[in-house]
């Protein structure tokens, strides 16, 4: 399985991004997806998740009603669209993926991409 997340990069805040993470090698519909950030000197942390049917969504408290996660499984690929961004997003964003079960732990993926960064200015 290979993630290759885009769509990264610089904004005021206030504003909007949407990243996108492409998955191959396998049948994208049999992965949960997940999207985690990384600022620096931080540990990894959950952002939100999405399950195999996108039917069951899941968010951090700290982007919950500006965030939202989205896929479409005919394309293999999965959508985070990020408004009203905050200068605390700023982050390295990473798109995961694990088989079936939707989860929202760190550990529980199998599969990363290689991150993408945000940079929100104030």
């Known amino acids: 399985v290979q993630l290759q997340a885009s769509g990264g990069g610089l904004v005021q805040a206030g504003g909007s991004l949407r990243l996108s993470c492409a998955l191959s090698?396998?049948?994208?519909?049999?992965?949960?997806m997940g999207w985690f950030r990384q600022a620096p000197g931080k540990e990894r942390e959950f952002v939100a998740a999405i399950s195999t049917s996108g039917s069951s969504t899941y968010y951090a408290d700290s982007v919950k009603g500006r965030f939202t996660i989205s896929r479409d499984n005919a394309k293999n690929t999965v959508f985070l669209q990020m408004n009203s961004l905050k200068p605390e997003d700023t982050a390295v964003y990473f798109c995961?993926?694990?088989?079936?079960?939707?989860?929202?732990?760190?550990?529980?993926?199998?599969?990363w991409g290689q991150g993408t960064l945000v940079t929100v200015s104030s």
């Open positions: 995961a993926a694990r088989v079936v079960v939707t989860t929202t732990r760190v550990n529980d993926y199998d599969y």
């Open positions: 090698g396998r049948t994208f519909s049999g992965y949960a």
